[in-house]
């Protein structure tokens, strides 16, 4: 059990963090900027664009103690005479990076892939945490807007909503910007944007929880934006990749306590459906299975996207694979420090000639192994190194 009581304080601590990280659909401003209706995405918003922040985020509780019924605790009701034992409450924070790949933009949408990423041991390698999709306007929504919308924008106070045109600073550079403010009696939520071209520089949020007992403070502040030069970018997905597809997955997941050196095995299903797709993207619902022997079985669900704009992926266009060299370096990221190369093409043992990508820092690595005749991901490894816990994936196509 006291692995076991490790493991889940570690996934507390984790959950706790990101919350910083939204990953829902993007904001609609088109009620604040009718003009959003009728823009296209900014001529910088292209497939493969990456946008990175340094993001961090703090929970702080409102009160600092609470008192818990217990027969033996050491403080006693005045009127109830009951006993109650005192427990701190305590907050929590994390922090690390955010970033946001275009995984397509056209006229009917823009479809971004919305990654968090932890530092490991607080200052030491990143890993990722959390993805999901986000999906709005063309012109934008929270992580750009179109400068022919913001240049539309007039300034106001009142309402809920302020906005607000300012120069904001980053490191030693000035930008001319606009500052939106919308606020309720619970929540906060501050964009700043560059409105020369339309980035998302900045943002703060305040939210207080239903119950009014925890404010969750969060901030994301850009460190840098890159195009991306994939060897898939503007080449289609293949046509099986579509809605109603299915892909199934089975394998193993395995959490090793460091100082304890125990691992403790279990059994993972993972069940992917396509909800809808275009030449360049898809979306999906993944559901995920880990069962622990002698535990009860956990369950999660997420709406994700995928597409051409990211290093990897549930599929890739096969002409794209079919180039890959042994050796060859698709990308490196200086925010992450990670490196993406090609491993090997090779025939596995059912015949399929795979080629075997591989992502990975000092603290994370991921290899995607692709079947080339059809694009398709048909096995997947994950190692994720922490200072408490390591975790390690392995599950293939079934």
Not at 61 to 88: I, L, T
Not at 93 to 110: F, I, K, M, P, Y
Not at 213 to 232: C, F, N, Y
Not at 309 to 322: H, I, Q, T, Y
Request: proline share 5%; aromatic share 8%; no cysteine.
């Amino acid at each position: 059990m006291a692995i076991l009581k490790k493991l889940r304080t570690s996934l507390i601590i984790l959950t706790l963090t990101m919350v910083f990280f939204n990953g829902s659909d993007a904001q609609d401003l088109s009620g604040l900027i009718p003009s959003l209706q009728n823009l296209p995405a900014p001529d910088w918003i292209r497939e493969g664009t990456r946008l990175s922040y340094y993001s961090a985020t703090a929970s702080i509780p409102s009160a600092y103690e609470r008192f818990v019924p217990d027969e033996e605790g050491d403080w006693v009701g005045v009127n109830s005479g009951k006993r109650y034992r005192r427990e701190e409450l305590f907050g929590a924070a994390g922090h690390g990076v955010t970033q946001v790949d275009v995984l397509s933009a056209d006229a009917r949408a823009a479809v971004l892939k919305v990654n968090a990423w932890l530092y490991s041991s607080y200052t030491g390698p990143l890993v990722p945490i959390k993805q999901a999709a986000s999906i709005g306007l063309p012109a934008g929504g929270d992580w750009y807007i179109h400068p022919a919308a913001l240049a539309s924008l007039k300034d106001q106070r009142g309402g809920g909503v302020t906005v607000l045109r300012m120069p904001y600073k980053i490191g030693t550079v000035t930008y001319d910007a606009i500052r939106i403010q919308q606020e309720d009696d619970r929540s906060t939520f501050v964009r700043i944007y560059d409105l020369s071209d339309g980035k998302l520089l900045a943002s703060f949020n305040s939210v207080i929880s239903a119950d009014q007992k925890v404010t969750t403070l969060s901030e994301a502040i850009l460190i840098g934006i890159r195009q991306m030069d994939l060897p898939w970018l503007g080449h289609d997905l293949p046509s099986w990749i579509g809605p109603g597809a299915s892909l199934r997955y089975e394998g193993t997941k395995s959490y090793e306590a460091i100082r304890a050196g125990t691992v403790l095995p279990a059994s993972v299903s993972i069940d992917i459906s396509i909800d809808d797709a275009a030449r360049r993207y898809y979306t999906y619902t993944q559901r995920v299975s880990t069962y622990i022997p002698g535990f009860p079985t956990q369950y999660s669900e997420e709406k994700l996207a995928g597409g051409v704009g990211e290093p990897g992926g549930l599929v890739l266009p096969p002409a794209s694979l079919a180039s890959l060299r042994s050796g060859q370096i698709l990308d490196s990221d200086p925010v992450t420090g990670i490196t993406t190369r090609v491993v090997d093409t090779t025939r596995d043992d059912t015949g399929r000639d795979v080629a075997v990508v591989k992502s990975n820092n000092q603290a994370y690595s991921v290899e995607f192994g692709y079947d080339i005749r059809t694009g398709m991901l048909v096995s997947l490894s994950e190692t994720k190194l922490g200072e408490e816990y390591n975790e390690y994936l392995s599950v293939s196509l079934s």
